[in-house]
């Protein structure tokens, strides 16, 4: 046990750089989870992309009846009549679909020759045409309504159109559990635990490996009186307790913050994702043996923890979603751990049923990532078998009686 | 003197390992990985054909408007629905399960159901086809009912038509990847704070045995701290230079606008990364590895507020919590940028350069009153 309590006063004397990275982590989670508000729901909910109003017309029955009908599809965002503030607004999707009515509008449509609302969206972007296409089936009803029967008043117009609006076809969600499913936060939050677990774990194991490492140290050690066994199982034990520490910190941070969104979910999805994270633990563990080989500075641990980290993460899917890589990317991002945890991440959190058939491609997963830790960890043994009977391992210090 | 310090000022910035990993090779393995996982991102926003399914049963069949409006919209060239037929529900559900297709059709007692397994936009778009379908049906035959109009005359008066035309705001389009870039920037400016760190590391007698040196040289101490910030600055301008090279020749980063005011902004970032490293070495006697952290601690959590991690956070931020948004150093940086990109004019650029030039300094004022005229009974 020497080794395993020399380990941990180790890394109590350098905490603070594994604190930095977790207390960050954290602090960037909870605030992004300040900012998110959707609603998770078995029923069929439709998304209410963001859009604005700006009416430089007067208020009318009709233009107040389009924002009726917007508001009750969308989430109004009200901004003022600025450039700047619109510019802002729409580079940021603050507001997804700007429709600007122009002054006398209400007056062009009543008297047959309508104006055109200019409408700001990204071209050709799904939610602008979505909000676009509503405005557009109210104008026309206005227009179809106003046109069947001239002696009918903008209110009752309006009124007509609203009612003829509100008709909806039925809509089903066809899911075989009546849990919620996992939210959007919780499901990000998952794929980026990849590279805080990659991270913090690389840190832990290889501040240890490379004390343990340095010449003299390692030329002691090899003639004190303790067996190889027992030093090597020290370290296994420390790189345990490191693993399930920081696989238990970071899994429990994701799920009580997530907490209110997860309301009504299925427990046995969150445990599954609990499982996958665990798993993936052990990729970073197997990792971290392999790369302590060749981290002997404090510099060149931190660049390796974070490039790799990083890089992994990116080419996996734990950042962006893999469907927005190109083929060739997501091709190569296949011989890496990171594509198959996210790809667990995602199939667990598309479940709408367990049972043999839609578990399978999550075992799947989750045997491809234990391969991944299989593999990396031999290879570990290997280079650790030729880089400790290299006798430069022993770096610049002689061991041979000087004539 | 100049010369001597100055070029050995900037050997020793080259040879210094940790700089060069964080500041020259760091943000360009960040700019890569930015280009790959962000090329995609514009393209995920458009509105894609949609794979949808129909359940062909009798009463499907004898629909004949249902079946028109279905044929229109998953026209090969002009419609938004790739559509694909099912002789049963059963069938149509294991592919909406399988993730085949994102919803599908059916008709029960003559009345059309949609029918899906999640709640994103496609879903949101079918159903809202299939809304307006039934409100047009609906419309259609309860004027026809009124017996006021012929049918030929109603269907005339439901004709598709466009009631808006698109507008630009801007000279350049939004984009989301763009922003990224632009933080990234921010954050290596910020790193500047390494040569800030090392120069008064140089400077200090309690801080560095070089230090101790330089003070006791026969050399005057304002030409050295001037000759030595020069060099320093001379090597950080060279690495965002390299940087901005990189994006613009390599990964063709659009700017929307010439260089030079990029170059501009990148120098005055440089100045405030400099100016606060200086000012965090000279405040505190801590260890260099404390102050190294907190270098990189305080430049990521700025560049997080400045839309590095996740876009849009830096709009949220100036909404929400606005002097935190104008006192972080990365944001403005990022705003200044932004500007030079979407804004015809350069009201808020030049605003943005001058709280950077003022937190320089603020930062610098600070550094030297905590050099100046510095009496060691102990070192």
């Known amino acids: 046990m020497k080794v395993f309590k020399a380990s941990l006063l180790i890394l109590k004397r350098r905490a603070v750089q594994v604190m930095v990275y977790l207390v960050m982590f954290t602090a960037m989670f909870v605030i992004i989870a300040s900012f998110y508000k959707e609603q998770v729901s078995t029923d069929f909910s439709a998304v209410r992309p963001a859009f604005t109003v700006i009416n430089r017309d007067r208020e009318t029955p009709l233009t107040e009846g389009l924002m009726e009908y917007l508001r009750d599809r969308g989430t109004e965002c009200v901004l003022p009549d600025e450039q700047k503030e619109l510019q802002d607004a729409a580079f940021y999707h603050a507001t997804e679909y700007i429709l600007i009515i122009p002054e006398g509008f209400d007056e062009s449509l009543w008297s047959g020759t309508p104006l055109s609302l200019e409408a700001v969206s990204i071209p050709g972007a799904a939610k602008g045409y979505y909000i676009d296409s509503l405005a557009n089936q109210y104008l026309s009803f206005v227009d179809a309504y106003h046109r069947a029967d001239p002696a009918l008043t903008r209110e009752a117009v309006a009124g007509m159109v609203l009612e003829a609006l509100s008709l909806e076809a039925s809509a089903e969600t066809v899911r075989q559990t009546s849990s919620q499913p996992i939210s959007d936060l919780y499901e990000s939050y998952n794929r980026v635990q990849s590279y805080i677990l990659m991270v913090v774990t690389l840190l832990c194991v290889s501040s240890i490996t490379m004390s343990f490492r340095r010449p003299d140290l390692r030329i002691r050690n090899l003639c004190a009186p303790t067996t190889a066994r027992q030093k090597n199982l020290g370290l296994f034990l420390y790189c345990a307790l490191v693993g399930f520490f920081v696989w238990l910190s970071t899994s429990l941070l994701g799920y009580f913050v997530s907490r209110p969104s997860l309301a009504g979910a299925d427990g046995r999805l969150v445990a599954l994702l609990f499982a996958n994270s665990l798993l993936y633990t052990f990729v970073a563990l197997a990792i971290a043996m392999l790369l302590n080989y060749f981290i002997s500075t404090p510099n060149t641990q931190n660049a390796i923890a974070n490039f790799l980290s990083l890089a992994l993460s990116f080419l996996g899917g734990a950042f962006v979603p893999l469907e927005f890589l190109s083929e060739g990317l997501r091709t190569a991002s296949r011989f890496t751990p990171v594509y198959w945890y996210s790809q667990a991440v995602s199939d667990i959190c598309d479940l709408t049923i367990l049972n043999k058939e839609s578990l399978a491609p999550v075992w799947r997963s989750f045997a491809m990532e234990l391969f991944f830790a299989a593999a990396i960890l031999c290879l570990a043994l290997a280079v650790g078998r030729s880089k400790n009977k290299a006798e430069k391992s022993f770096g610049s210090i002689r061991t041979e009686i000087e004539m | ?379």
Not at chain 2, 171 to 177: A, C, G, H, Q, R
Not at chain 2, 218 to 223: E, G
Not at chain 2, 241 to 262: K, M, S
């Open chain 2, 1 to 379: 003197m100049f010369g001597n310090i100055y070029c050995k000022r900037i050997l020793v910035s080259v040879r210094n390992k940790g700089t060069l990993i964080w500041t020259w090779i760091f943000p360009l393995m960040m700019a890569t990985l930015f280009y790959f996982a962000f090329s995609g991102l514009q393209d995920a926003e458009l509105l894609k054909t949609i794979p949808a399914g129909i359940v062909v049963s009798e009463e499907y069949e004898s629909d004949t408007a249902l079946r028109t409006t279905l044929q229109a919209v998953s026209d090969p060239e002009e419609g938004f629905l790739e559509l694909h037929t099912y002789e049963t529900r059963e069938a149509a559900a294991e592919a909406l399960t399988s993730g085949e297709i994102d919803g599908f059709f059916s008709l029960e007692n003559g009345s059309p159901k949609l029918s899906v397994s999640k709640n994103d936009l496609n879903q949101t778009i079918l159903k809202s086809f299939l809304d307006q379908y039934v409100q047009t049906r609906h419309a259609v035959i309860s004027l026809l009912e009124k017996g006021d109009t012929d049918v030929s005359q109603i269907l005339d008066l439901f004709q598709t038509e466009t009631w808006t035309e698109e507008l630009s705001l801007s000279k350049n389009v939004p984009s989301e990847t763009v922003n990224y870039f632009f933080a990234l920037l921010a954050m290596v400016c910020m790193y500047g704070g390494f040569q800030g760190l090392d120069s008064v590391s140089y400077l200090q007698a309690n801080l560095s045995p070089l230090g101790a040196r330089r003070t006791l040289s026969p050399a005057k101490r304002f030409p050295m701290v001037f000759f030595d910030l020069l060099a320093a600055l001379t090597v950080h301008m060279a690495c965002m230079l390299f940087l901005l090279a990189y994006l613009v020749l390599i990964l063709r980063v659009d700017f929307g606008t010439g260089l030079v005011p990029v170059i501009v902004t990148c120098l005055f970032g440089s100045f405030l990364g400099m100016s606060f490293g200086s000012f965090v070495t000279a405040i505190s006697r801590a260890k260099e590895g404390v102050k190294v952290a907190v270098i990189i601690s305080v430049s990521l959590a700025c560049s997080f507020g400045a839309g590095m991690m996740v876009s849009g956070i830096n709009y949220k931020i100036a909404k929400t919590l606005p002097v935190l948004a104008w006192l972080n150093p990365a944001a403005r940086i990022s705003d200044a940028l932004y500007c030079l990109y979407y804004y015809d004019g350069y009201g808020q650029y030049f605003l943005n350069l001058g709280i950077l030039a003022a937190m320089t300094l603020a930062f610098s004022i600070v550094t030297a009153f905590f050099l100046r005229r510095q009496r060691y009974e102990s070192i």
